[in-house]
């Protein structure tokens, strides 16, 4: 991982490998950002300090003399000391086992860090550098942010499609509103549109939106003066209402004036431009970024993205109008399909089974002992033979997402065998039977011996084969049988 931050005025797009976080300085003159397989902090005068680890957490202090940043896998908040353009690593505060996000009080009095795989908050005292509290919250707490007011928290629950609202004192929970599967990125608005004569009065004080990743929707949540929450509405961002899942809502930014909501659709490789400048939001267009936006601030009269997969850190274009529909191509269905996923990466994997990888695999699937059953990580849609036994068809799935020897999906685990050895044995039952299971997914770094199986076997003419590479768009290759019709 590497922190940089820079002024603003000298930037007009910055290299980094895998950015994932942005933070702005009160002034909103300096904009730090956070990423990198390699564990280092940097400057943009090249200089830099090796981290152990680090993930997602960054933030500036109110005073904009430090920076703290989550130190992931080892369980610290680092504080950076923050000077004429130096950043200093200046001590490390033991939190936790994996530490996720991080934010200061608004009176800088204390830090709160997000403990990921704990289902807790911690609460460290910057001026002894030590833990005094630690308040338990939902699973898998992603983001924590402050009320207005500096009495209560708010902490978006990746694994339980809710945000929870805390009290600072004691961290009673004093609130939760259920929205959609996984909740991440929130903001707070405190402008409220003018209402005419004799319209109803709005009933909230202010408006929390919440990005949902495994929907295609941005959920505004209302807070009333007594702070209880309430669905106001929620903000589809896709191209049209039957667009399937898959445009990963993950980031958030609100204009100066908070009119204007900026949604990073990560998987979609955009950001939508959504007008909040009356009670209902309303898409109005679509901003091309690069691969994989992952975070999103606004800073220096610019809207700042984080393109994840795209290496880059850069202020966004112009808006885009909304594409138009397509029909999808018709194809012939196929008796028999056999799906060779040779990838092993969590998130090529996830890609092949589940159509989308979650943004859980994305952002943790290059870490070692990725547990493909964390509940943070089940897909929108269930996976690929989900619907095909809601079906009734056969499945066969033969070392694909096992853990232990058992598929993590235990749907599928009557129907799972370790390897693809295990399928050329079964092969030869099911040429002596004449049946083939409908749908076979398998295992296999190659597919090779797999292909030539089924070539030689009754099964050829009536068989589609899928051999997938999803660390590579292009190397997505489908084997069936042509014949031509004069």
């Known amino acids: 991982m590497k922190a940089i931050a820079f002024l603003l005025s000298a930037l007009s797009a910055f290299a980094l490998d895998f950015p994932m976080s942005l933070a702005v300085a009160p002034d909103g003159r300096v904009l730090a950002l956070s990423g990198g397989a390699k564990a280092s902090i940097s400057v943009v005068n090249g200089s830099e300090l090796p981290l152990p680890d680090a993930w997602l957490g960054l933030t500036f202090s109110p005073d904009g003399k430090n ?94 499609a ?19 599967p996984h909740p991440t990125d929130m903001v707070l608005s405190a402008y409220k549109p003018e209402r005419e004569a004799g319209e109803p009065p709005i009933p909230w004080r202010y408006r929390l939106f919440v990005a949902a990743a495994n929907t295609n929707n941005v959920f505004v949540v209302g807070i009333g003066e007594n702070k209880t929450l309430n669905l106001v509405e929620s903000i589809h961002v896709a191209p049209s209402q039957l667009s399937p899942l898959g445009m990963t809502p993950s980031a958030l930014a609100l204009s100066a004036d908070q009119t204007r909501l900026y949604v990073a659709c990560s998987d979609a490789g955009v950001v939508a431009s959504v007008d909040v400048s009356d009670v209902r939001g309303v ?56 799906y060779v996923i040779r990838d092993s990466e969590p998130e090529a994997v ?71 050895a295990a399928f050329l044995e079964d092969l030869k039952q099911f040429e002596a039977s004449g049946m083939l299971p409908r749908l ?43 014949t031509r019709k004069d």
């Open 67 to 160: 920076v703290y940043a989550g130190g992931g896998s080892r369980g610290v908040v680092y504080e950076l000391a923050y000077a004429q353009g130096e950043l200093k690593l200046a001590r490390e505060m033991k939190a936790s086992d994996f530490v996720g996000d991080v934010a200061v009080s608004p009176d800088g009095r204390l830090i709160y860090a997000a403990d990921l795989f704990g289902n807790a908050v911690v609460v460290i005292n910057p001026q002894s550098g030590r833990v005094i509290d630690k308040f338990k919250t939902g699973r898998r707490p992603y983001r924590i942010l402050f009320h207005p007011d500096g009495r209560s928290y708010f902490v978006s629950s990746w694994a339980d």
């Open 283 to 338: 898409v109005d267009g679509f901003i091309p970024t690069g691969a994989y936006p992952a975070a999103l601030r606004t800073a220096g009269g610019k809207v700042w993205v984080a393109n994840a997969r795209a290496n880059s850190v850069r202020p966004l274009g112009e808006v885009a109008p909304v594409p138009a529909e397509r029909e999808p191509p018709k194809l012939n269905p196929a008796a028999h399909v056999i």
């Open 162 to 180: 809710a945000v929870y609202q805390h009290n600072v004192t004691n961290g009673e929970e004093i609130g939760r509103i259920r929205l959609g």
């Open 350 to 420: 996830m890609r092949a089974v589940a159509g989308i990888a979650p943004d859980f695999a994305v952002k943790l699937g290059r870490r070692p002992n990725f547990d493909f059953a964390d509940p943070a990580n089940l897909p929108p849609a269930g996976y690929l033979w989900t619907n095909a036994l809601a079906a009734g068809l056969t499945v066969r799935n033969y070392g694909v997402m096992l853990r232990n020897g058992q598929a993590v999906d235990p749907a599928i685990r009557p129907f799972t065998k370790p390897d693809a």
């Open 440 to 482: 076979i997914v398998i295992a296999d770094p190659s597919g090779d011996a797999v292909k030539a199986a089924i070539a030689k076997s009754p099964f050829a003419g009536n068989t589609e084969i899928v051999v997938g590479d999803l660390r590579r768009a292009e190397a997505l290759l489908g084997l069936r049988p042509m």
